[in-house]
């Protein structure tokens, strides 16, 4: 299930952000912050709250998910990746940090796109017949 792939992303960028934090806390440099802050939230929130609805909301686990996944990841690790070179003075990482970017909005407006269709009002409708007043919420 697609959804459990982007659980288990999801905390291994925990991890990820949590071993950056101790570091800089460790040897008192902080230039990392940002990266810090983008793997947090681009690479752990967002891959969380996707891998949840998708295991809530299984019926929208098809393809658009498998495509949301396909540029989800690779996004926030370029997105963050391109974020390390650029604070550090490198020359790709500007570059390396707009593709990440690029590949990020593109997941999430697949993204948005899967939660409208399994939201739409014939959806609520359905699972209204299932759970009365779900399409009041």
């Known amino acids: 299930m697609i959804g459990n792939w982007f659980l288990r992303c999801a905390v291994l960028f925990a991890l990820a952000g949590m071993g950056l934090g101790i570091r800089m806390g460790i040897v008192h440099d902080f230039t990392l912050s940002p990266v810090h802050a983008h793997v947090n939230l681009v690479g752990f929130t967002t891959l969380f709250l996707a891998g949840l609805f998708y295991r809530v909301v299984p019926s929208a686990s098809g393809w658009l998910a498998g495509l949301h996944f396909t540029l989800a990841l690779p996004g926030a690790v370029a997105l963050s990746v391109g974020i390390a070179g650029s604070v550090t003075g490198q020359d790709w990482g500007v570059a390396v ?21 399994a939201t739409g009002s014939s959806r609520a409708q359905t699972l209204d017949a299932i759970e009365p007043g779900y399409a009041g919420r």
Do not use: D, K, N, W
Not at 100 to 115: K, P, Q, R
């Open 97 to 117: 940090a707009i593709a990440g970017s690029l590949l990020t909005i593109g997941a999430m407006l697949v993204f948005a796109i899967a939660v409208f269709r």
